[in-house]
């Protein structure tokens, strides 16, 4: 290939520009012309697209956020709509996209890919919700800075003996829940892939750790669950302690990138271009057992994510 392309979508995350950065310079240094293309599949709709070089993408490795913008297009979920973007990569002489996004950015890179647009996908997101994945981009930074802001919440906690009910980004995924909840020492933790009696893991524990002269409580809550101030109700009226219902909200997308956040970014993109040079399309690059490797996107969205119920457990008796 002489000409890609390098888009985002979907929701923002730590380590996208990063994986640009590896892109592009990638692609230029094997020859590679490389276009941007803004706002993801709108941009590509809209042939809204910048041609980058080695110096564009200077100094944006420890940036948040994406460069080239995202969004979420429903119009590309229409033949139409597809149809324009093929025309946008005709005339630009784009032979191949790099596409950086979740499972919903992945299912258009297969849609381009089958009319003739080979697409390699690069999981990034902060959910780690792509289930060929062990691991997404933008997660690892998701988890400190959720550490970070349960750890001040805990001092408010500590100096008024009160309970916090948290509510942490994840969609139906609850890794950020559990890992988050694991490292700030939670009482409790709620995630949509485990069952939960609210009555025996919610208000039990607190009544028992009350017994051992415990005085304040964190619980964490993954956004799938929800719930958090009927929650933070129960726990009040029924447990008899002060209780306060906290969102983190989009907070947790920003910031800048970890270390293995930019690490990670970096090797998935070198990975992803390598593989267009190839000539090879519809595939999504993945970190499986601590390797980079590649699977074919129509099995990689086919595929189950089961939570990791040893850690789940390890949590529950720990936290007591």
Known sequence: MKTIGVLTSGGDAPGMNAAIRAVVRTACENGMKVYG??????????????????????????????????ARCLAFKEEEGMQKAIETCKKHGIEGIVVIGGDG???????????????????GTIDNDIVSSDYTIGYDTCLNTIMDMVDRIRDTVESHSRCFVVEVMGNRCGDLTLNSGIAVG????????IQSDIEKHVIERIRRTQKT??????????????GVADLAKKIQEECGVETRSTVLGH??????????????????????????????????????DDKIVDYDIYEA??????VDTTLYQIAHEISI
Request: net charge positive.
């Open 37 to 70: 293309i803004n706002r993801g599949y709108q941009g590509l709709i809209d042939d809204d697209l910048v041609e980058l070089n080695i110096r564009s993408v200077s100094d944006i490795i420890h940036r948040g956020g994406t460069m080239l913008y995202s």
């Open 105 to 123: 950015s992945f299912r258009g890179a297969r849609d381009l890919s089958l009319r003739g647009i080979p697409c390699i996908g690069i999981p």
């Open 186 to 193: 939670a009482t409790a933790i709620v995630i949509p892939e």
């Open 213 to 226: 002269d415990k005085k304040h409580f964190i619980i964490m809550v993954a956004e799938g669950v929800g």
């Open 251 to 288: 907070v947790q997308r920003g910031g800048s990138p970890t270390a293995r956040d930019r690490v990670m970014a970096s090797q998935m993109g070198y990975y992803a271009v390598k593989l267009l040079m190839q000539g090879i399309g519809n595939r999504v690059v993945v970190m499986k």
């Open 301 to 306: 969205l086919t595929m189950t994510k089961e």
